[in-house]
């Protein structure tokens, strides 16, 4: 992996801040059910490659063009989920949730799915692909984290709308279902990117904020590296969030997406050098005149920027016009977290991140936190490039836990656990960060290709 970047590759860069041309990303998938109404009939979809013999249908027409273009390549995984998703997708044609007091008690809302795989399988290309074929204008289309994100802010307002409690007085207000009713007024068909659950709050509310959406007939589709049951896996009162998984379960077919490819790996035309190793000589002098060249693109001059996330300041050191040159530390060793990540995104459509050390179980905070900025700058097309100490691949070492231990003892103290009971748990062992950082790299990969850079050009869709 080079370290530096000639005058012609930086010139190449910023030339994708001028021009671009849009390109859809790839895929992949498994089983197939036909749904009518929600309802699974008997019937399963042959999984034949005889594509002769398949009916046709506009998520496949459309398949099979970005496969003869080259765009994709044939995989009949992505095939057979293309399938399944055809018939929700003509279901949803003339669905709607609408009823305006309350719904029948025997109504049936269609099945949703929950596609699940490894990492860079095409699952998110697929759901795309999907909600971008639904002739339905109810929908919508969200990473899990901004979901959430967003639940928790309309719980909040909802709470601060409430009258004040009487001295003496003990009142019990449930939020959650007016929030759900709310959003299920707003769109019959929700699509969620990266359905993760990491967050003890999050973990106590999803039963019965999807109960009450279900309930309202609204139909989830979703993608997610893991198995409805292996969600939020080894976290804190894990007990409690088990019966989410059953309501999942029931209203949403699981499809497993699994090729063994991570198609973001393939060999696909670079972007010139975006990602930089800090021992190779030159590289930090690349980054500065990679930097200084998009700057010249902006009707801005470099400066310091404020954002305001929730009533907090964010502060960015460097930063021209819709370009934000940051450090590691300023992204990632602070207590940010994905409001913060979404509202730089939103900002900004080109990030430098300096400075990225190899990351650690020892470190497993910050690693989280880059997991997360990625993961959100993925899902808004945000343009990263990079000056790390190491190659991507060796990014994160899976060393063992150590120089925690006396930090980790004192949070079993404080939550009443026994040693046995952390060894187990995710928030002592790392897995979690582990396994999510398999996604930060794949997607890392794909950020570097000239494809992406393309996509995330904001200036050719205004």
């Not at 008690?105 to 596609?115: E, M």
């Not at 305001?308 to 050191?317: A, D, K």
């Not at 910050?366 to 808004?380: E, H, K, M, S, V």
Request: with cysteine; proline share 4%; charged share 25%.
């Amino acid at each position: 992996m080079a370290a530096y970047a000639s005058p012609l590759t930086t010139r190449c860069l910023s030339q994708y801040l001028l021009k671009g041309s849009r390109l859809l990303k790839n895929s992949h998938c498994c089983r197939v059910v036909i749904i009518v109404r929600g309802c699974r009939t008997g019937t399963e979809v042959s999984e034949s490659t005889n594509h002769g013999a398949q009916k046709s249908s506009v998520l496949l027409d459309n398949y099979n063009s970005m496969v003869g273009s080259g765009s994709l390549r044939e995989d009949t995984h992505q095939r057979s989920v293309l399938l399944q998703l055809e018939q929700l997708q003509r279901v949803m044609k003339a669905y709607d949730n609408a009823p305006r007091v309350k719904l029948p008690s025997k109504y049936k809302a269609p099945k949703g799915f929950y596609i699940h795989g490894n990492v860079g399988t095409g699952k998110t290309m697929l759901m795309d692909m999907f909600y971008s074929h639904i002739e339905n204008r109810r929908k919508k289309r969200v990473h899990f984290n901004a979901f959430m994100l967003d639940i928790h802010k309309r719980i909040h307002r909802l709470k601060l709308s409430l009258p004040k409690r009487k001295l003496g007085k003990m009142t019990v207000y449930d939020p959650i279902a007016p929030v759900a009713w709310e959003i299920s007024q707003e769109a019959c068909l929700l699509c969620f990117d990266e359905f993760q659950v990491t967050d003890i709050a999050d973990a106590m509310i999803l039963k019965q904020l999807f109960e009450n959406l279900f309930r309202s007939g609204v139909v989830v589709v979703a993608t997610s590296n893991r198995p409805p049951d292996e969600l939020y896996k080894n976290g804190l009162q894990r007990a409690t969030f088990v019966p989410f998984i059953h309501v999942l379960k029931e209203h949403c077919h699981t499809v497993c997406l699994d090729s063994g490819m991570d198609y973001r790996k393939r060999n696909m035309p670079a972007a010139g050098v975006l990602y930089y190793l800090t021992s190779e000589p030159g590289a930090e002098r690349a980054v500065n005149n990679l930097f200084e060249e998009l700057a010249q693109t902006q009707n801005d001059f470099t400066r310091p920027r404020v954002l305001m996330v929730l009533g907090r300041e964010v502060h960015l050191s460097r930063t021209c016009g819709s370009i934000a040159d940051c450090t590691f530390e300023e992204l990632c060793a602070r207590p940010l977290w994905a409001s913060d990540y979404l509202e730089i995104a939103r900002v900004f459509d080109t990030v430098f991140i300096r400075n990225i050390p190899r990351l650690s179980l020892r470190t497993k905070d910050q690693a989280r936190r880059l997991t997360t900025l990625i993961d959100n700058f993925y899902d808004q097309k945000v343009r990263v490039v990079v000056l790390a100490e190491a190659p991507l691949e060796c990014l994160f070492e899976q060393g063992p836990l150590v120089g925690e231990e006396q930090r980790d003892r004192m949070m079993l103290d404080d939550l009443g656990l026994t040693q046995d009971a952390g060894d187990r748990l995710s928030l002592f062992t790392g897995e979690e960060e582990i396994f999510s950082f398999q996604r930060t790299i794949s997607r890392l990969t794909e950020m570097q290709t000239e494809q992406y850079w393309r996509q995330g050009d904001r200036n050719s869709k205004t």
